[in-house]
């Protein structure tokens, strides 16, 4: 069974950092590409970060509001994604989903599993 | 690319035929995604590449379009359904998703 379990949200004050966590089981980690996702309380989902698998290098693409703050990677001898958070802001306010990719008809998709989700609240 | 979805709301009945559409500001061939979201809950994938059915999801719902204008389709409305759903696109990055559309009971 895919089994994603998030770790790591917490209350931390603007301008703080933090490192969430994801723990993969149930399938080869290594095969696929992984995403972090997050909800604001009340608001929709907003994709936040990709990485790609071995075979694409583990390159990264990250959402314009993060960039440069954010940084997703991952350690396939672990099993396990990580989304490293720096300058938190309290729009980033969110429950952050990881999400695991699948490749299909020319392009890769995120989330045929979910975790259950870690949240971070930004607040002094 | 902006994904619009219509409504953002609607109230059905159970059994009735419910759809909804997702407009993306530029072509997006087939790379589009719909997601179940229920209160609390993980977001669950029910379509992708636009009409093909992930495993394990009712037959009732399907999906279509191509370029900038997708339907995801509700054939019978049960009470299971009563969500949110999202749409998303996979043409380049960033990979947006719709606002949203919150199925309510009538």
């Known amino acids: 069974e895919v089994q994603l379990v998030e770790s790591g949200g917490n209350l931390v004050q603007p301008g703080g950092s933090l490192r969430l966590s994801c723990a993969a089981s149930g399938f080869t980690f290594s095969d696929h590409y992984m995403d972090w996702v997050r909800q604001a309380p009340g608001k929709g989902l907003e994709w936040v970060a990709r990485?790609?698998?071995?075979?694409?290098?583990?390159?990264?693409e990250h959402a314009a509001s993060v960039q440069g703050r954010f940084t997703i990677s991952r350690d396939d001898s672990q099993d396990t994604l990580y989304l490293q958070m720096t300058s938190l802001e309290t729009e980033d306010t969110a429950v952050y989903y990881c999400?695991?990719?699948?490749?299909?008809?020319?392009?890769?998709?995120?989330?045929?599993?979910w975790g259950q989700g870690t949240l971070v609240t930004v607040s002094s | 690319i902006q994904l619009t979805q219509s409504p953002s709301s609607l109230s059905a009945s159970v059994g009735d035929r419910v759809t909804i559409t997702c407009r993306a500001s530029q072509g997006i061939d087939k790379y589009l995604a719909w997601f179940q979201q229920k209160p609390g809950k993980a977001p669950k994938l029910l379509i992708y590449?636009?009409?093909t059915l992930q495993s394990g999801v009712p037959s009732r719902f399907s999906g279509s379009g191509s370029g900038t204008e997708f339907t995801l389709t509700i054939s019978s409305l049960q009470p299971e359904d009563f969500a949110t759903y999202y749409c998303?696109?996979?043409?380049?990055?960033?990979?947006?998703f719709g606002g949203g559309t919150r199925v309510e009971i009538k």
């Open positions: 998303q696109h996979l043409k380049n990055y960033p990979l947006t």
């Open positions: 999400a695991r990719g699948f490749c299909s008809g020319g392009t890769c998709y995120s989330g045929d599993s």
């Open positions: 590449g636009a009409s």
């Open positions: 990485s790609r698998d071995k075979p694409h290098s583990y390159s990264t």
